[in-house]
């Protein structure tokens, strides 16, 4: 019971969509003509990875926002160090193709005169590492920034300013040449992973089909969490943490789990989005990047983790179309999602649909998790 | 620290009056070695009439003796040992001819009949003059040739041009030619600037000559050590780069005394100089503080008073910047004497154009999300690309030029550091503008009304204040606060569309960090910020010393979860 109990009827159709795009995608890629209208062309498969990373990262971020009540305004941090992970390993596979064919130096090491590998860079020759890497590094930086600032009960706007200052920090941080992850080129260049060439289209497609799981992963982790006991008590830190304090609960541990996970979760993300774009750079990092991710789960429905995909998938595709056809209009765009949806949509898309539904139904089905109107005085 | 600071300046004059005479003697002396030289430099030349004039004359009679003739006479035989006598005798000469002709002789202006010997001057535009009266010389006489010059007769009118300079009337044209010979440090200078000494009168000046005078004896072999020492220990009292040059280029061979006085000297100059650099370094950290100031003093209202987490914050202060560029613009094209003006025009501009924008987002959208700050967040950040948008739509991606009026432009050096006047206008400002907030706020029936309805909103609207209104004036307030923030800041960063965004991490590390709701505490941080960052950046280099104030920020937030002064009491609950 429980094990089906995890996945509500809402799920069920996400699950089902995404693990279809995970068979379909790449079979109508390589399997289909190019002249059919259903194959899914070269161009677009990388594209809908990408999306499908945002996806990730979107459910990451709601699992914070939505469940816990801290809005992270510096995930973008988790997901570019996942990226760099990622990138690292990827620089390490070029080996002596690159431009200097140094068999151990990345190009821009040799450009920068670099001796030796420097210690952080060793191991991330080996895949498996790298992956543990991938978790680890956002992981380890999640659990300390949340262990310092969840004990000190740093709480609601102040928390979001300082997760802006930690990715603002990073980012000055991996602009220098002499941190020694590529200064503002960032990790590219890319040749191959595992042992497969990274520009074939079974490469890609494969690339896709892992995003696609990942974020199907990603979702049944975050859904168990939140809907475990451990969840429960998790939405009562949201919306009300002092009282759940005073009823014995340790609210930091609380904190701290959910924020961890969704920092690796992140991280996953980016180390999945890297070999797809094909480049890493400090850009990633830009205090910019992680508010626009917090605006894809407003948009979808804060607290749904289902939403959030969702609306990373609708704002990304919104942002592809805007910046093909018109250039000048995506900020207006975009600027005037974030004024509409905090008016008028706060619990998002998914809110709205359901408020469609239910008011035509008049069903007493559960509504998804309210919204905290106001934050309760501490 | 006091005594480092004064004993030095006693330096810079003779440290005993026998010392004073005794430098005047010996500048007598020298003085005698140059006419000797300029003697035998002559006889070795053929004009015996010429040596009955030259040695007629009492060694020091050409420093007061106007009179040209000898040296034309020299001039006139067009032999390059006369020549260079008579460049001699030019180089001591008062005469305010002197230094027309010798750089009529570099030049190859300086003309000689054969016939008479008479000497011509041609002047740059072709008339001719007599040299001895710069009279003009109606009908020249044929078959004039230049005075001709080799390499040794060029050697001696360089000296000569210095000598001149330095024995000039003009008391600027003496300081520029001793520190001519403090940098070049020639030897051959010497008997000049000892004749130069002697007759000085101005302090500043003298000082400057016995610096020069200085420099070049310290190193030089053939003066006595205890002479070298005080010249070395003269040196040090400058106290600032070139004196070090000097004092650290010393040959291997002077004597230890000699050595252990530059290395004293040496030493109390790195120390003051460290100190100048660390001033320098504060002075920056205001200057950069007062930019922080500027930034947050807005956001201090609209997020430290109001509570609205305003991300358009900084679009407020591009605004500001913008309406600058504009008035500029129409100031340049329809009234450019008003130019100077434009930026007290601009200012109220500035605050009403962006207090009316901040007033219209108020109203439209954040008084719908009153109590619900993260939701503010995205909101205003969503303002935010809009207004960058809008900018960037009608003004174009690029830098706008803002021209500084002249009073703003410049610098001044207070002893070894330059202070430039837009960063000394900007502090006085950004501090202007805080007390007038401050007093706004105290003092005026509209600061009461906010403090009332941000720390009560529903009993400040049972008295009778209009809670609304009284929002929108605030977010307004602050607003217009930013956009003269951009008036100043126009005036040290680019003006383009990204302006605000340079500012808003800062804004707010300022106002979280002094306490939000506290004005004081923002101005504290702003400098506190400012001052810490400048000081870091020499050892940790300017993007490292950024990191490591913002990750002090994250730690120090940590330990004090509400910022420097935090508010106590009801109102933290609110």
Known sequence: MRGLGIIDRKGAVFLAIVLGAAVLVPASNLGLAETNPLHVSDYLVPLLGKYVCYALLAVAVDLVWGYCGVLSLGHGAFFALGGYAMGMY??????????????????????????????????????????????????????????????????????????????????????????????????????????????????????????????????????????????????????????????????????????????????????LYVPQVGIINPGEFAPANSIEMVIWVAVGGRGTLVGAALGALIVNAGKTWFTGMLPEAWLFALGALFVLVTLFLPRGVLGLWASLTEGRRKTTAPAPPAMPAAKPAE | MNDQASQPFSRTHCEKPKDCARTARSARRLLGYVFLLAALTFLSGVQPAAIGAASAQPASAPLAGADLAPALALLGTDSYGDTDAALG????????????????????????????????????????????TGAAVGAPPAGLRPVRVNNRVRRAIDAAAGALALLSPDNQKRLAAAAAVFKSRDVSALPILDAALAKEGDPKVKTALEQARAAIIVASQSVSEPERVSAARLIAARGDQDALAILSSLPPNSPDAVKAAAADGIEAINRSLAMWAVAQNVWYGLSLGSVLLLAAIGLAITFGVMGV????????????????????????????????????????????????????????????????????????????????????SVFGPTN??????????????IGQMSITYNRLWIIVFSLLVFFALLLVLKRTALGL??????????????????????????????????????????????VSPNLGQGYIIDSFMVVVFGGVGNLWGTLVAAFGLGVANKLLEPFAGAVLGKILILVLIILFIQKRPRGLFALKGRAVEA
Not at chain 2, 356 to 361: A, D, E, L, S, T
Not at chain 2, 459 to 483: E, H, K, Q, V, Y
């Open chain 2, 400 to 413: 706008k030029e803002v021209g500084a009026p002249s009073w703003m432009s410049g610098a001044f050096d």
């Open chain 2, 309 to 392: 987490i305003n991300m358009a914050h900084g679009e407020m202060v591009m605004l500001g910047a913008y309406t600058t560029y504009v008035v500029q613009e129409i100031i340049r094209t329809s009234a450019p004497f008003l130019f100077g003006w434009s930026l007290a025009i601009a200012l109220p501009l500035a605050f009403l154009f962006t207090a009316i924008v901040g007033i219209i987002i108020e109203r439209t959208v954040i008084r719908f999300l009153y109590g619900r700050p993260l939701e503010t967040l995205l909101a205003t950040w969503g303002i935010s690309l809009i207004l960058q948008q809008a900018v960037r």
């Open chain 2, 449 to 494: 009304y906010v403090r009332a309805v941000t720390q009560n909103r529903r009993m400040a609207g049972a008295m009778g204040i209009r809670t609304g209104r009284i929002d929108a004036l605030t977010f307004g307030l602050g607003s217009g606060i930013a956009g003269i923030a951009g008036v100043a800041l126009s005036q040290i960063d680019n």
């Open chain 1, 90 to 271: 990827l620089m390490r596979q070029i080996g002596p193709r690159g431009v200097y064919g140094n068999p151990v130096l990345p190009d821009f090491m040799v450009f920068l005169n670099y001796k030796e590998l420097p210690w952080f860079w060793w191991g991330f020759d080996v895949f498996p590492f790298a992956l543990l890497m991938v978790f680890l590094v956002p992981g380890a930086l999640a659990f300390l920034f949340g262990w310092f600032a969840f004990r000190s009960r740093v709480t609601g706007v102040y928390l979001s300013i300082i997760t802006q200052a930690m990715t603002f920090a990073l980012m000055l941080a991996f602009f220098r040449n002499d941190m020694g992850f590529g200064g503002n080129n960032g990790l590219t260049d890319f040749k191959d992973i595992l042992g497969f060439s990274i520009s074939a289209d079974g490469t890609r497609t494969a690339l896709f089909a892992a995003s696609a799981l990942a974020l199907a992963g990603g979702y049944l982790v975050c859904r168990a969490l939140v809907t475990s006991k451990y969840g429960k008590v998790l939405v009562a830190v949201r919306d009300a943490e002092s009282r759940t304090r005073f009823l014995g609960y340790r609210v930091e541990n609380y904190k701290l789990l959910c924020w961890v996970v969704s920092a690796m979760l992140a991280g996953l993300a980016g180390a």
């Open chain 2, 89 to 132: 005798r030019l180089a001591v000469s008062t005469n305010t001819r002197a230094a027309d002709i010798v750089e009529a002789i570099r030049d190859g202006r300086l003309l000689f009949d054969p016939q008479s010997k008479a000497v011509f001057l041609r002047m740059p535009d072709g008339a001719v003059t007599d040299a001895a």
